[in-house]
């Protein structure tokens, strides 16, 4: 009984480590504005520190974050499309990719996060037979990809172009006789561009109406505070 009285006097270096990712996890969390301001800045810090093989699953982990203030920090001034371009893709990357589409509902993924995945994409699948080798995706993460079409923009929407350039890119896999998964795959990313494009079917077609269901009360992003200048905060009144 008097052990629990007791306070802990030793601490492995592993619990205190598993601390820190549990405090760093609510940072993340964005549900308060002292969070949102510390996330604020921690991806402003791996914006500094630039994104190399050795820590990009770090910037992947960020883009789970729906707070597009953070999702700002993290690419600064870079082009959503461009921001994982100096990585070579491979399986860990693309499947994380793909998990974020799922785990968003559509028109819920910040545009930003959606370009810099769909740059992902772009190069993953430039060459859809090595693409497919590096990663296969599946038929349920072709319908992750495409229920974030937006019908109502058409194909000039700058995302909706890119979406349906990479499912042209897997459309063409169709007929290489490689396995039936990758023919399943091809066959069903033609099927969601051409119901985009014809104006007579809808994706719901060919997409569960579940994943394109709209989520009429998503929570509105927290926002950081304001910030002035210190020299203008201490002018004395006039």
Same mark, same amino acid.
């Not at 194909?155 to 007929?175: C, H, V, Y």
């Not at 561009?193 to 998503?218: A, C, G, T, W």
């Given at each position: 009984?008097?052990?629990?009285? $007791? ?6 270096? =592993? ?18 504005? $002292?969070? *949102?301001?510390?996330?604020?800045? @921690? ?6 520190? /630039? ?5 990009? #699953? *770090?910037?992947? %982990? ?13 690419? /600064? ?32 993924? @910040? ?7 769909? /740059? ?10 090595? /693409? ?8 349920? &993460?072709? %319908? ?6 937006? $019908? !109502?923009?058409?194909? &000039? ?11 042209? +890119? ?10 039936? &998964?990758? $023919?399943?795959? =091809? ?12 104006? +007579?079917?809808?994706?719901?077609? *060919? ?8 989520? #009429?009360?998503? &929570? ?8 002035? #200048?210190?020299? !203008?905060?201490?002018?004395? =009144?006039?």
């Amino acid at each position: 009984m008097k052990e629990l009285f $007791e306070k802990k006097q030793d601490w492995t270096e =592993a619990e205190i480590q598993q601390i820190e990712y549990s405090m760093l996890k609510g940072i993340l969390g964005c549900r308060s504005v $002292e969070a *949102v301001e510390a996330a604020i800045t @921690y991806a402003s810090y791996l914006n500094f520190t /630039g994104i190399t093989n050795g820590n990009y #699953p *770090v910037f992947l %982990n960020i883009l789970t974050v729906r707070n597009h203030a953070v999702i700002d920090a993290l690419l /600064g001034t870079r082009d959503p499309f461009l921001f994982m371009s100096s990585i070579q893709p491979n399986y860990f990357i693309v499947s994380t990719c793909f998990a974020i589409l799922t785990k968003y509902r559509k028109a819920e993924i @910040y545009p930003k996060t959606l370009g810099i995945i769909l /740059g992902v994409f772009q190069t993953t699948y430039n060459s859809p037979l090595d /693409g497919y080798k590096i990663y296969p995706p599946s038929v349920a &993460d072709i %319908n992750a990809l495409g229920k974030h079409l937006n $019908e !109502e923009k058409g194909q &000039d929407d700058l995302l909706n172009r890119s979406i349906l350039d990479i499912l042209d +890119k897997l459309a063409s896999l169709e007929g290489q006789n490689v396995d039936e &998964d990758m $023919e399943d795959l =091809a066959v069903h990313s033609h099927n969601i561009r051409n119901n985009f494009f014809d104006s +007579k079917k809808r994706l719901v077609d *060919v997409i569960p109406e579940v994943q394109l269901r709209l989520e #009429p009360n998503l &929570d509105k992003d927290v926002l950081p505070r304001d910030r002035k #200048p210190l020299a !203008e905060v201490e002018q004395p =009144a006039q």
